[in-house]
């Protein structure tokens, strides 16, 4: 158990619809990132969050938004939902961005299923 | 850009024997760590690497820090069933905030 929670465990939903995936990070720890790993595919980073602010972006899509609220819990909006989004999307933290080496723990994901 | 490439992609192997795992960028990383994924879960880190030319070893697996910092390697002695699953290396660059993970290795030990 890495201390990372995410809910829900599995979505399913239809075609346009919108979803808040949610990821509470481990005790201490201040940054969050988002990823999407696709069928067969590698983890693809989305966003991350420290303190609450945005720090970095990767390639998140415009119908794709995140937060970051003041007890450090993060959620993640994916609008206008495609086929092509289904996918696992996971959440990870870390204690500080730029320490010297980034370690960062993963929740178990959510697997969403667009149907 | 910056891209790690793992090699191989798929490796099928009977229990007991060796392996090798590879991961390459034209980039200098500031740390790499390697995870371990299994089906549906979330990624587990097994190993950070700092120091170029670093080895870690965790039971029967080694980690390597190529000396120049833009390689590294996994190696597994007399693998078993256990150790299938999907390897993950993941580079993080001076001044990045994010890590850039490689496509990953998947593994079958065969009993």
């Known amino acids: 158990d890495s201390g990372v929670t995410q809910t829900p465990k599995h979505l399913i939903t239809a075609t346009g619809q919108r979803v808040t995936l949610r990821c509470s990070p481990r005790?201490?720890?201040?940054?969050v990132y988002w990823y999407q790993q696709s069928l067969d595919q590698g983890l693809q980073f989305l966003i991350q969050?420290?303190?609450?602010?945005?720090?970095a972006k990767g390639n998140i899509l415009e119908r794709f938004s995140a937060q970051q609220f003041p007890d450090l819990h993060s959620e993640l909006n994916l609008s206008s939902l495609e086929l092509g989004d289904s996918a696992l999307y996971f959440c990870?933290?870390?204690?500080?961005?730029?320490?010297?080496?980034?370690?960062?723990?993963f929740g178990p994901g959510t697997r969403l299923t667009v149907l | 850009t910056q891209l790690l490439e793992q090699s191989p992609q798929f490796l099928s192997i009977q229990e007991g024997e060796n392996l090798t795992v590879y991961c390459n960028s034209s980039?200098?990383?500031?740390?790499l760590q390697w995870y371990r994924q299994e089906p549906g879960e979330g990624p587990v880190l097994l190993v950070t690497?700092?120091?170029?030319?670093e080895v870690k070893k965790l039971k029967r697996l080694t980690f390597q820090f190529g000396d120049a910092r833009k390689d590294s390697s996994l190696h597994i002695t007399a693998a078993q069933t256990g150790d299938t699953g999907l390897y993950l290396c993941a580079g993080a660059f001076q001044g990045a905030q994010k890590l850039v993970f490689g496509q990953g290795t998947r593994l079958t030990i065969n009993p």
């Open positions: 990870a933290s870390s204690v500080v961005p730029g320490k010297g080496y980034n370690e960062q723990f």
């Open positions: 005790s201490g720890d201040l940054s």
């Open positions: 969050y420290y303190n609450g602010e945005e720090r």
């Open positions: 980039s200098v990383f500031s740390s």
């Open positions: 690497v700092v120091t170029g030319g």
